[in-house]
């Protein structure tokens, strides 16, 4: 036999028909690849690969058997087969005083519905007498595709007899995130291929929420199929620490798995995230939960952040939380503005000392802040927010913060004279004499800003514009002809109109603007009305 046929891939008849050799001639082997803590250099556990050695064509690959073998209802043999190699290996391990780690066996698909595989891998531990932290289950989420409760239960069957379950591949199938939410597993292998070269891009966006995300389900992640270093050190910036690829080992024949045993230094997998307040971390992020429905329906404003090196994210606000801080914003406005950038440093300083001092004491923290609230149509407006704040969560360095509000800009208004911030309360009333809002020219729709609805009276949303200012007197009715022509103007694509108008019932002169917004193909949408009183300058003297 010459060495360039020494690997032939065998054929499926070929296969099938050295099955039972395989089996009972121990041609059916393991191979181990580790599971590093990149942070330490320790191992954390170890897979077993399944490899096939026939005498005449060589190693054959799973890539090339296990599917075949699935056709041919013969792949819970070869599984079962692979448990017991570890199971015997783990045992020569202990009996000799090498250290060990756990190690997991993978689970076919078919292992699922077929057979008693649950029953089958605890009988082989149970003769090895392994201690059953050092066999771990490696499931795929394709496994759960055929059906999610015979999957919940072979989980639940591990669970009781106290095996961790793993979840393999994740990221490479169709439903990856609904499978997190319904299968409780121990550890998620998050597969790099995922990335495919593109860890700068959306890809990395995408692999660092995940991570985040299953920090706060308390999962700790492996990053399998780790091969560059630029790849372990992305891993490694977005909190995922534990990886196994051929940037650390590739999988190693037994012989050589035991001398990395004897020389690797071992830990356990550490858990990063407490939720306080027997917080259940599952229940909390479960958009049905009880806990969900008390945060939207039966709390005051309230919002849920996350805090990690002096930057805040938003995670969760409820509707009162909106209307609370004001400004006719959405819930999409108002989870992608930027807090922190929304404050001067002195503010600034304050919430995050705060923060702080909530990190620090574990208890409720008071503090009063202005924040400036942006809004297209408004403009930024300063407002006043009284927050009572409260860790909830740790992740590593992240933390979760729990937030009631409570806008207090006119109770401060009224005593700002006193108050030291006197400058800030200038600054405020100054901007007070812009009205602004935002015309929908094909619908005829109006939208006012924060300040008309507060000061004016106004609703959110204006029908029929400019009909209902005209008949609730705000606007002239000597003016409305001329007004109502504006409107036509818009329409016919006019780019500004500027006039001054005596604007409430009191007839305050207020230089009236228009913007038109236009489409790509030149067409008016939308324009964009702002009303400043005329200062008449002999007042601020
Ligand atoms: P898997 O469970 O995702 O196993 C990881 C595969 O990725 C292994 O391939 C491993 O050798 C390979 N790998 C490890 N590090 C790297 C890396 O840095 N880059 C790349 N490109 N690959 C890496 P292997 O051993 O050929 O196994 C392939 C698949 O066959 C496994 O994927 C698993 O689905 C299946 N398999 C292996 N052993 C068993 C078994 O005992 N039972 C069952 N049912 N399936 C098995
Ligand atoms: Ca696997
Ligand atoms: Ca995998």
Redo the contacts with the bound molecule.
């Keep these: 036999m010459s060495d360039s046929n020494a690997n032939r891939r065998m054929t499926e008849r070929e296969i099938v028909s050295f099955f039972d050799d395989a089996v009972n001639y121990g041609y059916i082997y393991?191979?181990y690849?580790p599971k590093i803590n990149q942070d330490t250099g320790r191992m954390i556990g170890a897979?077993?690969?399944?490899?096939m050695k026939h005498p005449l064509y060589g190693i054959q690959?799973?890539?090339d058997f296990?599917p075949i073998?699935?056709k041919n209802d013969l792949?819970f043999s070869?599984?079962l087969v692979?448990c017991e190699n570890v199971c015997k290996f783990l045992r020569k391990c202990l009996d000799t005083g090498v250290p060990v780690v756990p190690i997991s066996?993978?689970?076919?698909r078919y292992?699922v519905y077929n057979h008693d595989y649950v029953e089958q891998v605890e009988s082989i531990r149970n003769e090895y007498d392994i201690p059953v932290k050092y066999l771990h289950i490696?499931i795929?989420e394709t496994s759960a595709i055929g059906g999610m409760e015979l999957m919940t239960d072979v989980i639940d069957k591990f669970h009781e007899l106290g095996f961790q379950v793993e979840m393999?591949?994740f990221g490479s199938g169709y439903s990856s995130l609904n499978i997190l939410k319904d299968l409780e597993v121990d550890v998620i292998?998050l597969?790099?291929?995922f990335l495919s070269g593109d860890i700068g891009g959306r890809g990395g966006a995408i692999l660092s929420s995940i991570v985040q995300m299953t920090k706060w389900l308390n999962t700790p992640v492996v990053a399998?199929?780790?091969?560059t270093r630029e790849q372990a050190d992305y891993m490694k910036s977005i909190g995922c620490n534990y990886i196994?690829?051929?940037?650390y080992s590739?999988?190693l024949e037994e012989e050589d798995f035991v001398e990395k045993l004897k020389v690797l230094t071992h830990e356990p997998v550490t858990y990063s995230t407490e939720l306080v307040h027997s917080i259940k971390s599952g229940r909390f992020w479960d958009p049905d939960s009880i806990e969900t429905l008390l945060f939207n329906d039966m709390v005051g404003p309230a919002a849920i952040f996350t805090y990690k090196n002096g930057k805040i994210d938003f995670v969760r606000i409820n509707e009162k939380y909106i209307k609370e801080i004001g400004m006719n914003l959405t819930m999409k406005e108002m989870l992608g503005l930027d807090l922190l950038a929304s404050m001067d440093d002195e503010n600034r300083e304050k919430l995050i000392s705060t923060l702080e001092e909530a990190i620090e004491t574990g208890e409720e923290q008071t503090c009063e802040v202005w924040r400036s609230v942006c809004s297209k149509i408004c403009g930024s407006e300063l407002v006043m927010i009284r927050s009572n704040l409260r860790m909830i969560g740790q992740a590593d360095d992240q933390y979760l913060f729990y937030a009631m509000v409570h806008n207090i800009t006119a109770e401060w208004k009224k005593y700002a004279q006193l108050a030291v911030s006197e400058k800030l309360f200038k600054t405020a009333s100054e901007q007070n004499n812009t009205y602004a809002w935002e015309y929908d020219i094909a619908t005829r729709k109006m939208t006012p800003c924060f300040r008309c609805i507060r000061d004016l009276g106004l609703p959110p949303l204006l029908e029929n514009y400019p009909e209902p200012v005209i008949e609730s007197g705000l606007f002239p009715a000597d003016y409305a002809d001329m007004y109502r022509d504006w409107m036509k103007q818009l329409a016919d694509g006019v780019g500004t109109l500027e006039a001054v108008i005596p604007l409430t019932a009191d007839r305050i002169p207020f230089i009236v603007r228009y913007t038109t917004e236009f489409d790509e193909n030149g067409r008016p949408l939308k324009a964009y009305g702002a009303a400043t009183q005329v200062i008449d300058d002999m007042d601020d003297k």
């Design positions: 393991n191979v690849q897979e077993a690969l399944m490899r690959m799973p890539s296990i073998f699935e792949v070869a599984d692979v066996v993978n689970m076919s292992d490696e795929t393999d591949d292998k597969d790099m291929n399998e199929g780790v091969e196994q690829g051929y940037l590739l999988p």
